[in-house]
């Protein structure tokens, strides 16, 4: 403030208003109410102060000090507009966020429940199509092994008949835990509808395939159901290996109808759509 009286004292009237103006000038790069308060309080205090020294009550007429006084009021206020403008929109680009963020939060949302299944957490039988189709085309252009499983819980009527189906429901959230803790990143699960499951493993042999169905059938097997009366449940499984330019339809209908002749040659077991035409 000292410097600031002292070149009030030495300057002419136009470096005198810009002195004087400065620190409420400078308040308005914070942009709150209270530092334009501020600095307008300490640009009436140095122009009182300027005032009361003689080098700078010689230099200043009280014209000038009332013509000061009015622009220190008028800056103060046309600030004090810039600060509420600048505070409103900063609120509207708050609120326009949080609305975008909330908006993108329901949409991820919607994207995950379209795609899964409720009770298992699973991919949906939709979502199965759409990334079945998709492989299938990347497999035609860079030739990689593809097998389809489908998988079905053994005798699933009697257990909701008998139990209810919450005990029925709890199944099939276990056996979902159960695929999923067997299959690797590239594999893909997914409840393709009741009892139903389906998992499509890519760039697996044949024999790393069978090894990871054979696992998961022998953990199925061995779990014991204390909403079941503790007893266990089985699965049968059908598996078909994708043939280059084979297609879609026929290459489920070949897993499916494996899966069909494990359920009606013993259940509990798998078996390849080779063994299935055999079968048959």
Known sequence: MISAIQLLAHHDNKTLF????FPILVSIFHFRYSNIFFGLLFSLLTLG?????????SGIQVEDILVIILMQAGVSLILLGVVQHFLVVKQSLNQSVKHNESLLIQNVMMEYLNKTDQLTGLYNHLTFQE??????EQQGQNEFPIHLALLDVDNF?????????RAGDLVLQDVSMCLQSFVKPNDFVARYGGEEFAIIFAERSIGDTLETLDNIRQSIS??????LENKAITVSIGIEEYAAG??????????????YTAKRTGKNKIVKYAEAITAL
């Open 222 to 227: 061995d779990r014991h159901y204390p909403e």
């Open 246 to 259: 084979m297609g879609k339809e026929p290459f489920f209908s070949a897993a499916d109808k494996a899966l």
């Open 18 to 21: 810009m002195i004087i103006l």
């Open 49 to 57: 102060l300027a005032n009361t020294l003689e080098a700078a009550r």
């Open 157 to 165: 009527k009697g257990i909701n008949d008998t139990y209810g189906h």
């Open 131 to 136: 990334y079945l189709n998709k492989l299938i």
